[in-house]
């Protein structure tokens, strides 16, 4: 298993996504909001090393934010 432990692996959580011109967000400041095209009850997408790996939601326990992971993503070749 010690060889297990050396393994990096990048976890990324996206709650949702927008596109917009880059001068736009060279002007945003501290504050601002940017509009996503996800619902707060639409599921998270949770990427391993930029792979879909499973669907979660967010939830807040004793004023911290968590992940709870909640489907499997299965690979289909």
């Known amino acids: ?9 990048e ?3 996206e709650l949702g ?3 917009m011109p880059i001068h736009h967000l060279l002007r945003m400041g501290r504050g601002a909001v940017i509009e996503l095209d996800a619902l707060e009850s639409d599921p998270l997408h949770i ?7 499973a669907h979660g939601e967010v939830s807040v326990d ?3 934010l ?12």
């Open 1 to 9: 298993m010690n060889t297990l432990d050396n393994i990096e692996v």
């Open 11 to 13: 976890i990324t959580v």
């Open 17 to 19: 996504a927008t596109t």
């Open 47 to 53: 990427y391993a090393n930029n792979t879909l790996v």
């Open 62 to 64: 004793d004023g911290r």
């Open 66 to 77: 968590q992940v709870l992971v909640r489907n499997k993503v299965s690979k289909r070749f």
